[in-house]
């Protein structure tokens, strides 16, 4: 069973940085894409940002000053987060899947929280 844990969350002011860290526990499978998405409260789960082998992609509100990466042929997927801003506080969480016979198996990390003071 595949295991995602995240590290790196914390408190922060603004314009300040932080790198995320989210690692699987098992080498059984191949996680074709990761990423990160958040949550703030009342609001629903967004999507920060992804990666795969042929993507990267980004939402808009961090675009140019979020970067994501992953180390080649592991598990392990980073967020390094500059300048940062009040508005992305919310709690993050790490994000993993494959394809198997035409199904998807997602799999997302307890979570770790970011929190920007003005």
């Known amino acids: 069973q595949v295991q995602l844990v995240e590290s790196g969350g914390g408190l922060v002011q603004a314009g300040g940085s932080l790198r995320l860290s989210c690692a699987a526990s098992?080498?059984?499978?191949?996680?074709?894409?990761m990423g990160w998405y958040r949550q703030a409260p009342g609001k629903q789960r967004e999507m920060v940002a992804r990666?795969?082998?042929?993507?990267?992609r980004y939402a808009d509100a961090v675009r140019d000053r979020f970067t994501i990466s992953r180390d080649n042929g592991k598990n392990t997927v980073y967020l390094q987060m500059n300048s940062l801003e009040p508005e992305d506080t919310a709690v993050y969480y790490c994000?993993?899947?494959?394809?198997?016979?035409?199904?998807?198996?997602?799999?997302w990390g307890q979570g770790t929280q970011v929190t920007v003071s003005s």
């Open positions: 994000y993993g899947c494959y394809t198997a016979e035409a199904y998807e198996y997602d799999y």
């Open positions: 990666i795969s082998s042929a993507n990267t």
């Open positions: 098992g080498r059984i499978i191949w996680l074709e894409t």
